[in-house]
């Protein structure tokens, strides 16, 4: 489960996060483009927009799902 405490710093403000387990799988980049990227230097996917539609949510939660190593969260907000 992700941890909001180990979130990276790259992340925008809001309920969807990524952690510090990221494994660099391309799975979020894929399933939410429009929301994560990636992080060159350190291979990690981060969230860079949080989402502003119900389509966006909606993948955003499906790559929170996928995640095989649990790494996205969402603190709710």
């Known amino acids: 489960m992700a941890d ?3 979130k990276y710093a790259e992340n925008v403000a809001g309920a969807f996060y990524v952690d510090d387990q990221c494994i660099d799988c391309d799975l979020c980049r894929e399933t939410a ?3 994560f990227t ?8 981060f969230v860079f927009k949080q ?3 119900e389509q966006e949510l909606a993948l955003c939660k499906e790559a929170m799902e996928g995640c095989p190593v649990e790494a996205i969260g969402s603190d709710g907000k």
Do not use: F
């Not at 990636?38 to 996917?45: E, F, I, L, P, V």
């Open 4 to 6: 909001l405490a180990n």
């Open 33 to 35: 483009p429009a929301n």
């Open 38 to 45: 990636r992080n060159d230097d350190g291979g990690h996917s």
């Open 51 to 53: 989402p502003a539609s």
